[in-house]
């Protein structure tokens, strides 16, 4: 049962346009969610993150936005550049539940941004 | 950088033999965790460690085991390989405050059972 999904596998962008990346929960008792990159041979690096408690957070080019209504988040990218051409992984934690630190992830997707 | 390695970074195992994997941290992280990375899955939690000697299950654990005797060091162990544990494992730390709840990985280590 995939608790946090990423329904696109890959999304293609030009350079300097947006890039958005989608990714969907069933488990309401998530309530800290996270975006994480991952390039080719290295492992996962941390992106951005957000709290229940806020519906947006933004960090210079990377902006998420959660609707915990619609259990979405997605992840923008403004202007895209060639070297955020990668795997994003959405995450999700219950950070106040028994559960405390543990990520559950989606199954990715792979961004591609053409010069 | 966080200090987290894992050895070995590659690796090819006939099936049925045993393979341990290990993390090593020099931060003293409290919390550790085994993940590994399948096409078409993303990242499955293995197993995890909230101390020394205190492990506990993910959700795709069956053939695995863990072991942390020191807090620096968390190894993985696949019992007798399988084909179906062909994968890529990434260790993982918790920086674990209140900004911030994720995790540091590990390079990663690509085993093949053949």
């Known amino acids: 049962d995939q608790q946090v999904k990423q329904n696109s596998p890959s999304l293609s962008v030009q350079e300097g346009r947006i890039s958005i990346l989608n990714c969907d929960y069933t488990?309401?008792?998530?309530?800290?969610f996270l975006w994480y990159k991952k390039y080719p041979a290295e492992g996962p690096t941390f992106l951005i993150s957000?709290?229940?408690?806020?519906d947006k957070n933004e960090d210079g080019r990377f902006t998420v936005f959660l609707n915990k209504s619609a259990k979405h988040l997605s992840l923008h990218i403004v202007p895209s550049q060639p070297g955020d051409s990668a795997v994003y992984f959405c995450?999700?934690?219950?950070?106040?539940?028994?559960?405390?630190?543990?990520?559950?992830f989606g199954q990715g997707t792979i961004l591609t941004v053409h010069p | 950088d966080a200090g987290i390695t894992q050895s070995p970074r590659h690796k090819v195992t006939e099936t049925g033999t045993p393979v341990t994997l290990r993390c090593h941290q020099t931060e003293n992280h409290r919390y550790m965790y085994w993940y590994r990375q399948d096409p078409g899955h993303g990242l499955r939690l293995i197993h995890y460690s909230y101390g020394v000697k205190d492990t506990d299950k993910g959700e795709v654990s069956d053939g695995y085991s863990v072991s942390r005797s020191k807090t620096e060091d968390f190894l993985l162990t696949l019992e007798s390989a399988t084909s179906s544990q062909t994968s890529v494992y990434f260790c993982a730390i918790s920086v674990g405050t209140e900004a911030n709840y994720g995790y540091t990985f590990g390079s990663g280590t690509r085993l093949t059972v053949v």
């Open positions: 488990n309401s008792m998530f309530d800290y």
């Open positions: 995450a999700a934690s219950a950070v106040g539940g028994t559960s405390y630190g543990k990520l559950t």
């Open positions: 957000i709290s229940s408690i806020k």
